[in-house]
């Protein structure tokens, strides 16, 4: 069975840095790309950042280039989204999400975990 | 970037009776080496991540009733929920995954009338 575990969320001051990580099992994971997409308070989703099996391919929204970046570690089934210079409107549900294998669509998410981003 | 918007917002369908929701790209989405469309269907219900109903925009996740069914091509794209039942009520997003940033609609929130 596939299970998405994330972690790392909290409280931070702007300006601040965060380290989300997902632990993923149940599945061969350095053949499946993986994605965070994010969901503010009584908002919609919005897809943040993605990486592929290999890590070989990233990319990012154009709201956290240069400020988020993510990774893994197929050793440790682990993907992270390492979180710089965050700002108020970051305020979110960050969700892990596996990719479906034949195409990006996201097949398996985790429960997510809360940032919250605020003096 | 890819825009995709979603049309209505919201909507409210009696039991029984037909949902159609639809997504529009901004540009094709048209995957070259398959031929197929590379857009995904989401349900959200109230404190639960999202779940998968269909991607190449017509191909069902397993589980998914088949009462669902996803359609469309090029830049335009529907949701279409048959025989409506009260586990339905959800926000529906679509999802273009065509190319980085791989962009959500703004979500349609469907209710029973």
């Known amino acids: 069975e596939v299970h998405l575990l994330e972690s790392g969320g909290g409280l931070v001051q702007p300006g601040g840095s965060l380290r989300l990580s997902c632990a993923a099992s149940?599945?061969?994971?350095?053949?499946?790309?993986m994605t965070w997409v994010r969901q503010a308070p009584g908002k919609g989703l919005v897809w943040v950042s993605a990486?592929?099996?290999?890590?070989?391919?990233?990319g990012y929204a154009d709201s956290v280039k240069g400020r988020f970046t993510i990774s893994r570690d197929n050793s440790k089934n682990m993907v992270y989204l390492q979180m710089n210079s965050l700002r108020v409107e970051d305020t979110a549900i960050y969700y892990c999400?596996?990719?479906?294998?034949?195409?990006?669509?996201?097949?398996?998410w985790g429960q997510g975990t809360l940032v919250t981003v605020s003096s | 970037d890819i825009v995709m918007t979603q049309s209505p917002d919201s909507l409210a369908v009696s039991l029984g009776e037909r949902a159609t929701i639809n997504c529009k790209s901004s540009?094709?989405?048209?995957?070259?080496?398959?031929?197929?469309?590379?857009l995904a269907w989401y349900q959200q219900k109230p404190g639960q991540p999202p779940k998968l109903l269909f991607y190449?925009?017509?191909t069902r996740e397993s589980g998914v009733p088949d009462r669902f069914s996803g359609s469309g091509s090029g830049t335009d794209f529907t949701l279409t929920i048959s025989n409506l039942q009260a586990e339905d009520v959800a926000v529906y997003y679509c999802?273009?995954?065509?190319?980085?940033?791989?962009?959500f609609g703004q979500g349609t929130k469907l209710e029973i009338k």
């Open positions: 190449w925009a017509s």
């Open positions: 990486i592929a099996g290999s890590a070989a391919h990233t």
């Open positions: 999802q273009q995954y065509s190319s980085f940033p791989h962009t």
């Open positions: 540009q094709s989405i048209l995957y070259i080496s398959n031929s197929k469309n590379s």
């Open positions: 149940g599945f061969t994971f350095s053949d499946y790309a």
């Open positions: 999400a596996k990719t479906e294998g034949s195409s990006w669509a996201l097949d398996y």
